[in-house]
């Protein structure tokens, strides 16, 4: 199993900028798909954005060109790099990973954007 905790979250203005980071108990991460999704007040939990093994990435429409996933294999951590932030970015943030079909979640890290 493995044990992931986010952290960076806060509150931001319109057009600002925050990179969160998720850090895993497992020094192997960089092996498997990591991914952020996001849950707004009120309405379903939706992928951000996802980066496989390989480093290959995908991302949301919503966020394409806005925001960037990479990881930190010396520190088993994998970033969101969050710029020109819109108050539909509000919400709360997690990071999921899967391992041997058991999906794994964060806490959740908050996200709030001020127009």
């Known amino acids: 199993q493995v044990q992931l905790v986010e952290s960076g979250g806060g509150l931001v203005q319109a057009g600002g900028s925050l990179r969160l980071s998720c850090a895993a108990s497992r020094r192997d991460f960089n092996s498997y798909a990591m991914a952020w999704y996001r849950q707004a007040p009120g309405k379903q939990r939706e992928l951000v954005a996802v980066i496989t093994p390989g480093d290959i990435t995908n991302y949301a429409d919503s966020v394409k060109g806005r925001f960037t996933i990479s990881r930190d294999n010396a520190k088993n951590t994998v970033l969101l790099q969050m710029n020109s932030l819109k108050p539909e970015d509000t919400g709360v943030y997690y990071c999921?990973?899967?391992?041997?079909?058991?999906?794994?979640w964060g806490q959740g890290t908050q996200v709030f954007v001020s127009s």
């Open positions: 999921k990973t899967r391992l041997w079909g058991i999906d794994y």
